[in-house]
């Protein structure tokens, strides 16, 4: 059974940095494509960012040019570097995973809350 788990998430001030991580755990097939997609109360789930294991990435509209994707050597672990963040930012964000063969795995969400 393929686990994803998210850590890293917490308080920041507006213009503050995080650093997220997501590990899979229960394969040993590489994750053909690492992302992450956020929350915010009483709003549609947005696509944040993507890794692919070609290394393509890919970004939000909303997040280009502060956040940062990228993702372990050998492992199923991708990280998301947030600078610059604002209030907005503020949500649960998820972690997904896509393995051949499998459906898309999501992790439970970690935190982040940006306020002054």
């Known amino acids: 059974q393929v686990q994803v788990v998210e850590s890293g998430g917490g308080l920041a001030q507006p213009g503050g940095s995080l650093r997220l991580s997501c590990t899979a755990s229960?394969?040993?097939?590489?994750?053909?494509?690492m992302g992450w997609w956020r929350q915010a109360p009483g709003k549609d789930r947005e696509f944040v960012a993507r890794i692919l294991i070609n290394g393509y990435t890919d970004y939000g509209d909303s997040v280009k040019g502060r956040f940062a994707i990228s993702r372990a050597n050998g492992k199923n672990t991708v990280f998301l570097q947030m600078n610059d963040l604002k209030v907005e930012d503020t949500a649960v964000y998820l972690c997904?995973?896509?393995?051949?063969?499998?459906?898309?795995?999501w992790g439970q969400g970690t935190q982040v809350t940006v306020t002054s």
């Open positions: 229960g394969t040993t097939s590489s994750a053909t494509a």
């Open positions: 997904k995973m896509g393995f051949t063969g499998l459906p898309p795995r």
